[in-house]
């Protein structure tokens, strides 16, 4: 199996915190960060927009994404959700291999420190 880096933003923490347990607890990823704080910019219909956000760093696997990348729609606000993803081309191997075990099961028992 791939391990996989998924970026998102969402408009506020109590969504990126829903659309994080969802991903965890359906089983589509290992872990995901919720970084508060950040600041975007970019044109929106014309317009140029300055909104704070939340981002999103989701771990996975190769065969979760499109699975992920259609929840965050269904779950997001939105109407077009930040979503990259890029594949982890190293990393501490037993992590590695935490994402792998952790983005097959549902309800994992995370039994490391932090992700």
């Known amino acids: 199996m791939s391990v996989y880096l ?6 506020s923490l109590k969504e ?3 659309v994080a347990r969802h991903l965890i ?3 589509l990823a290992a872990c995901v960060n919720v970084v508060p704080g950040i600041y975007s910019h970019f044109y929106w ?3 140029l927009c300055r909104e704070k956000e939340v981002l999103l760093l989701i771990k996975t696997v190769k065969g ?5 990348i259609k929840n965050i729609k269904e779950l997001h606000s939105y109407s077009v959700p930040e979503i990259l993803f890029f ?6 191997k037993q992590y590695l291999s935490w994402v792998e075990a952790g983005a ?6 995370n039994k490391r420190s932090r992700g």
């Open 25 to 27: 607890q359906s089983g």
């Open 64 to 68: 979760k994404l499109n699975r992920i």
């Open 16 to 18: 990126g915190e829903k």
């Open 87 to 92: 594949k982890a081309q190293g990393g501490e």
């Open 45 to 47: 219909e014309g317009r």
């Open 6 to 11: 998924v970026f998102s933003t969402a408009s």
């Open 104 to 109: 097959s099961k549902k309800n994992i028992d």
